[in-house]
C-alpha cells in the first residue's frame, strides 16, 4: 500500500517503484519519499485481496519483569533474527548490542550516547521512522491494564497485550 501511495504522489506507475528500509523509490528521477510521508495516503487505500500477511517467524514479542532494563533482553530480542536494519534509542547504545547487531549484518540505527568516546555514524533518516514504535506503545499504554499490568501471571499479561495489539491493529 506504501507503493501504491507512493506512485501515486510521484505521478508514475506502481512497477516503476522500489523500496528501501524507511523509503519508497522512484529509481528513474531519484526521487524517494520516507514512509512516514506516505502512511496517511496508504492508510486511506483498501487492502488488497490478496495481501498476505507475514510469517509469525518474523515477529518477536518478549515479557521482562518491569524492574530490570530492557537491554537485559535485547540479545534474546535480536538473537536469530534477520532484520535489514535494527533501529533503537540511546538506551541500547552499548558495544555488546551493538557488536552482535553488527555480527547479523544488519545497518544499526542506534543514536550513540553522548558521553561516547567515538561517536558512531547513524541514518538520522531511518531513525524518525522508530516514531511509529513508539506511537504504538503510547497506543498500547491506553489499555489500563496494560499500562498497570495487573496480572501476577506473565502469561495472563502478554496474552493481553496481545489483544491489546490486535485491536489497535483492527482500528
Known amino acids: 500500500m506504501l507503493v ?3 506512485a501515486a504522489r510521484l505521478g508514475v506507475p506502481a512497477a516503476d517503484i522500489t523500496t528501501e528500509p ?30 498476505e500477511p507475514k510469517s509469525p517467524a518474523r515477529f518477536r514479542l518478549i515479557g521482562t519483569p518491569g ?12 538473537d536469530g533474527f534477520e532484520a535489514q536494519a535494527t533501529l533503537a534509542d540511546k538506551g541500547y547504545d552499548a ?3 551493538v557488536d552482535q547487531i553488527a555480527q547479523t549484518g544488519a545497518r544499526i540505527v542506534i543514536p550513540p550516547k553522548r558521553n561516547r568516546k567515538i561517536q ?3 541514518d538520522t533518516e531511518l531513525y524518525k521512522e522508530r516514531n511509529i514504535i513508539e506511537r504504538f506503545f503510547n497506543k498500547l499504554k491506553q489499555f489500563r491494564r496494560v499500562a498497570t499490568r495487573y496480572d501476577k501471571l506473565l502469561a495472563n499479561f502478554m496474552g493481553f497485550v ?4 490486535i485491536a489497535i491493529w483492527l482500528r
Open 22 to 51: 524507511g523509503f519508497v523509490l522512484h529509481a528513474a528521477s531519484a526521487r524517494r519519499i520516507p514512509y512516514g510521508d506516505l502512511a496517511a495516503a496508504a492508510a486511506a487505500l483498501p487492502v488488497p485481496g490478496d495481501a
Open 120 to 122: 558512531r555514524l547513524y
Open 4 to 6: 501504491t501511495a507512493g
Open 67 to 78: 524492574q530490570r532494563n530492557d537491554i537485559a533482553f535485547a540479545h534474546d530480542l535480536i
Open 95 to 97: 558495544d555488546h548490542l
Open 162 to 165: 496481545k489483544l491489546a495489539a
